[in-house]
Nanobody, 124 residues
Framework: QVQLVESGGGLMQAGSSLTLSCTASGRTFSNYAMGWFRQAPGKDREFVASISASGASTIYADSMKGRFTISRDNAKNTVYLQMNSLKPEDTAVYYC?????????????????WGQGTQVTVSS
């Protein structure tokens, strides 16, 4: 059983930066791509970013390109999401998820394990 634990959320001012972390249990973290999703109140969960198992390849949702950066440290079983120039519309619960494969994808059904989420609130 894989457990994913997110941390780093909080209440932020618009324009500020924040880095989320997600640490996975188990020894096979480096075999899987990882992703970040978010869900705002009353909205569906949406894709944010994903990174390949090796960390060499990343993909982003169009609205996050240039502002968010996903990275990973396989030695620490941790994936990160650095968020810059935060906007009020970035307010959501952010979830990390394990892809059931090595290649990053957008489709939510391609992820099999999820964390409990961490709240990010951006005030204007």
């Amino acid at each position: 059983q894989v457990q994913l634990v997110e941390s780093g959320g909080g209440l932020m001012q618009a324009g500020s930066s924040l880095t989320l972390s997600c640490t996975a249990s188990g020894r096979t973290f480096s075999n899987y791509a990882m992703g970040w999703f978010r869900q705002a109140p009353g909205k569906d969960r949406e894709f944010v970013a994903s990174i390949s198992a090796s960390g060499a390849s990343t993909i982003y949702a169009d609205s996050m390109k240039g502002r968010f950066t996903i990275s990973r440290d396989n030695a620490k079983n941790t994936v990160y999401l650095q968020m810059n120039s935060l906007k009020p519309e970035d307010t959501a619960v952010y979830y990390c998820a394990r892809r059931n494969g090595r290649v990053p994808i957008v489709k939510i059904t391609g992820y099999d394990y999820w964390g409990q989420g961490t709240q990010v609130t951006v005030s204007s």
